[in-house]
């Protein structure tokens, strides 16, 4: 197959899948949501990925009837059905199917979607991104992966129409993360990134750049930062499942980075090593 969708036990293409009408995630985008990168049929850090599904589940009381066991293997399964040797993997789960009301009735049954599509990775560090910075008018659940993503959709749809990658949010001068990514600095050889709050989302890349620099001897910080503070630092990282380092060259029109180009490429490197590592067959 090309591509993949699956939604409670049914599986055809993308565009052939039909979700019934009253999923809570058509009205209320009632539900939770995880994605990973895959090579070879084998999912990147997906242990990582299902832990932080389960705890978004349980942060909005959504009681699965599946076990981790169940859904990772479901997700192994789907994978070699595509011809694709690198895919984007995407699994979500809604509330479940009810009349439209506020309030849900328990139990319910949740729905569990997921999705499967070619993926091609950029592990040459050459390309860097240009940014725009935003108010971070998000509702104060970052930390949850929810469905509730119209601030972000507007947010990078005004970065798009200006033709740049990615948006920068800020409370109050604060960086939070992007609209679809946890970004980082490189200062005076220290990484430093976000603290885990309620404002950004625990992002397994952001975890694993934080111990690919202290495998490296690099300094780490995990305090906030301002924009300026942003805008002064050698190196400026922008990271997710789909882009693991991605450093910045432009924020709001101005030069940024470029300052520490032989970290950035050890950390590069260190990052790239463990995805090739962990998804190669034996």
Known sequence: MEDLAYYNGKITRLSDMMVPF?????????????ASIAKNGIIFKLDDHLERFFNSMALIDIQPDFAKDDLRALLGNLCQKLD????????QVSRGTAIRNHSYPQPLKPNLAIYMTPWQGDFSGQNRLRLMTLPDQRFELCHIKTLNLLPNVLASQKATLQGLDEVVFHRNQRVTECAHSNISILTNGVFQTAPLDHWILPGIA????????????FGVSEQAFTIAEMLAA??????SSGALCAPVSEIDGCPVGGKDDERLQQLQTKIYQDFFKETAVE
Do not use: M, P, T, W
Not at 22 to 34: I, K, L, Q
Not at 234 to 239: G, L, M, P, R, W
């Open 234 to 239: 050698d190196e400026i990282i922008v990271s």
């Open 206 to 217: 952001r975890k694993y750049l934080l111990l690919a620099s202290q495998a490296l001897g």
């Open 22 to 34: 009253n999923d809570r995630s058509h009205f209320f985008g009632d539900g939770v949501y995880d």
């Open 84 to 91: 694709a040797d690198e895919l984007f993997v995407y699994f």
